[in-house]
């Protein structure tokens, strides 16, 4: 059993940055794939950033590269999602999942599921 907890969010003006974090419980942690999600209002979930168990492949999705930067830190059970150059469409309920494929496969392949999730927070940006 996985638990998530992220942080880091809050409000921010158009072209501020945020970095979000997720820590996980768990000794497993390492051998899993993890991903962040977003939700806004009234919108389906869609898919952010996927980094594999080791950090040595990442996913991004169109809408957010070159802005966004997803790590981990194995040794602090942590991922990371550096945000910039903040848009207001931007604005959603953000969440880390976790896969237990190390590479996250499914999500490569347009998938919304995962194993474990976070209770999600807030970004709101500002125009």
């Known amino acids: 059993q996985v638990q998530l907890v992220e942080s880091g969010g809050g409000l921010v003006q158009v072209g501020g940055s945020l970095r979000l974090s997720c820590a996980a419980s768990?000794?497993?942690?390492?051998?899993?794939?993890m991903g962040w999600f977003r939700q806004a209002p009234g919108k389906e979930r869609e898919f952010v950033a996927a980094i594999s168990w080791s950090g040595g492949s990442t996913y991004r999705a169109d809408s957010v590269k070159g802005r966004f930067t997803i790590s981990r830190d194995n040794a602090k059970n942590t991922v990371y999602l550096q945000m910039n150059s903040l848009k207001p469409e931007d604005t959603a309920v953000y969440y880390c999942?976790?896969?237990?494929?190390?590479?996250?496969?499914?999500?490569?392949?347009?998938?919304?599921?995962?194993?474990?999730w976070g209770q999600g927070t807030q970004v709101t940006v500002s125009s």
């Open positions: 768990g000794r497993t942690f390492s051998t899993y794939a």
């Open positions: 999942a976790a896969d237990k494929d190390p590479y996250g496969s499914s999500w490569y392949r347009g998938s919304l599921e995962g194993d474990y």
